[in-house]
């Protein structure tokens, strides 16, 4: 299969059902997903028809030995030739060409800094001359490595490879527990990842070798919302660059997204309103409550808001663990347009229009948030087609990732270096 320029391994399942009909289901290899199903599946004359929310509407017939199955994908406009042949799929591995290889132009130097938790490993990574600037690199929720890893994607390695080939060092760092980290990330909180990333500024502030350059922060998605914490807290932050950040409470933004999701399934306005009031009031009780949810609390406040169907299309009741960890209960307790309030450097905020995790609604919640406060020094771009990981993407849904051959747009790499190139523009002789 063809997605977004790149080719798809798609393993396809195709039983007799119990009721006389067929049952499709579909592996995705390169996803690390199986079994997802299909609907809407009837087999006429050789002709197999199905549905996926994700990927549309399939119509293919199959050849005179049944070895072949060709046809399309159909999703809007979009009209995807896909084959499936009989027999067992070969591995497929990720192209991701924009990776950098050595040797390099530049200065690469593996540091140690003591955190708060525990010693935080990463790699500074500079030019021979002295850099314009630093960009220290926030990564997202979840336990990351210092290259960002998602899917054999290193945007951070990529991003930091193209700063510095234009003047600009970078400081990247694996996550408290992860790769060569220490730390216990078991009861991690958004202000411990905010207590370590504070702990990496005030550590490049003494470094000698870098006495003078200004220091900034740059992150992506939840990881802006860390930065903007520590930028609040630290007067000498000389700028802030936000990736994917959310510009309303985080309890709004899930709320959109299962809305989003729901809209994809089927479901009708109303009933989405409902999904909606009911997702918010059980982040509230994660919010305010300590006391772990569980299934039967889940379906009481389901029930209260008529929303069980919804809950169950969405498969809400599986995130139970999710709710309860420390983490994602510290992050509904914080609201970005506060933590912008008190920020007095320069701002870039960039997000991707096919951006399904924090929708690019969010960039005029942050200038909102900024105007309110008199703040002129904010630049919001919205990048046309670009996803939540900022690739260049069809439909902006999370199965493109690993699909996706392109790991940052140079669309968005471009946007972050012109920004910094007018507030710090190369040393005349």
């Known amino acids: 299969m063809d997605v977004s320029g790149s080719r798809v391994a798609l393993v396809l399942h195709v039983d007799a059902a119990e009721d006389g009909g067929w049952s499709v289901h579909a592996d995705f290899p390169q996803l690390h997903r199986s079994g997802m199903p299909f609907t809407e599946v009837s087999l006429v004359g050789g002709e197999l028809r199905f549905r996926s929310r994700s990927l549309g509407v399939f119509t293919g017939r199959l050849s005179d030995g049944r070895g072949q199955l060709a046809g399309v994908l159909v999703d809007g406009n979009a009209v995807r030739p896909v084959t499936f042949n009989r027999g067992v799929a070969a591995p497929v591995a990720p192209e991701r060409p924009q990776l950098p290889m050595a040797p390099f132009p530049y200065e690469v130097e593996d540091v140690f800094i003591e955190g708060v938790g525990g010693r935080l490993a990463g790699t500074l990574t500079k030019p021979r001359a002295t850099p314009r600037a630093l960009a220290l690199l926030v990564p997202g929720s979840g336990a990351m490595d210092r290259d960002e ?135 509230a009780m994660l919010r305010d409550d300590a006391t772990l949810i569980d299934g039967a609390a889940l379906d009481a406040c389901a029930v209260r808001f008529d929303a069980l169907a919804s809950m169950r299309a969405l498969g809400t009741q599986t995130w139970i663990a999710r709710y309860n960890e420390a983490w994602f209960r510290s992050a509904l307790q914080l609201e970005p347009a506060r933590l912008f309030a008190s920020l007095r450097m320069p701002v870039l905020a960039i997000n991707g229009s096919l951006d399904r995790q924090v929708p690019c609604g969010n960039l005029e919640a942050i200038a909102r948030a900024f105007a309110a406060t008199g703040h002129r020094d904010v630049e919001t771009i919205e990048l046309a087609g670009l996803n939540h990981l900022l690739q260049t993407c069809t439909t902006g849904e999370a199965y493109e990732y690993p699909i996706i051959e392109e790991t940052f747009a140079p669309r968005a790499l471009g946007a972050i270096r012109h920004w910094l190139d007018a507030r710090f523009p190369p040393a005349t002789a």
């Open 149 to 283: 890893t998602v899917f054999g994607h290193k945007p951070f390695l990529v991003l930091a490879d193209h700063l510095a080939r234009h003047g600009y060092a970078s400081l990247r760092l694996d996550d408290r527990g992860v790769g060569a980290s220490t730390g216990d990330r078991s009861a991690i909180t958004v202000r411990d990842e905010a207590d370590d990333t504070r702990a990496a500024f005030d550590w490049l502030s003494t470094r000698a070798n870098l006495a003078g350059v200004p220091i900034g922060l740059l992150g992506h998605s939840m990881g802006c919302t860390v930065a903007s914490i520590v930028a609040g807290e630290r007067p000498r932050v000389a700028f802030l660059v936000t990736m994917a950040a959310a510009g309303a409470p985080l309890a709004d933004v899930l709320a959109e997204r299962e809305g989003d999701s729901l809209r994809l399934l089927g479901f009708g306005d109303a009933a989405i309103e409902r999904h909606r009031a009911f997702a918010l009031a059980v982040f």
